[in-house]
């Protein structure tokens, strides 16, 4: 472990989409008093600045040249509400929350120029007095010397589900048999790209959260930091 890590613990958060890793994480963070680092919305904001400048999202170069060059900011509200997310001077928050939003960051999630190029990125989010890391290879490939590690899960029925309710109370129009089918096709991206596949780290606690209250699986990820 590099002494920068040990200094400064860091939990990482892994799992697929609608496993409740980013509504834990956020409540995990809060709970230590902790930075949070939602990876994921980086890959969603070069998906869509790749998007808004045309680019193709099968051309790795392209879009690896559009990652290495966007500049990504996360602004919190004095007002207390949800960070917003800066992308290259526009305020995309809205626009990275939508299900083409998530198709195109898991696409080009695969492409091993743009993982290097948000590498350091992400490991600069680590700082005092410690950091939530919550995404798919955080405890694998960004955090590897994290000093606890979590892995969500549950079935793609309920995650289509909790996405389905997600979407429908921010006013989106979508269908649960088209989420279901979009979180199955990604998932089976996302564990089978040969760069950083969706697993959990041979050293990660798993919990499943089908049917358990959020309540509940906060506790659990706070147990994995702080044991009983």
Sequence with gaps: MS????????????????SGKGTISRLVAERLGWHLLDSGALYRAIGYAAGMAGLDLTDAEAVTRCAESTRIMFRDPKDGSETRVVVNSHDATDELRTETAAAAASAIAAFPGVRAALFDKQRGFLRAPGLVA????????????????????ASADERARRRHKQLKDKGLNVTLSALLREIQARDERDAARPVAPLRPADDALTIDTTGIPVDAVVAAVLSVVRPA
């Design 134 to 153: 919550d995404g798919r290879d955080m405890g694998t490939v960004i955090f590897p010397d994290a000093r606890y590690k979590v892995f969500l899960t």
């Design 3 to 18: 002494r920068h890590a040990s200094e400064t613990p860091v939990l990482t958060i892994d799992g697929p989409s609608g």
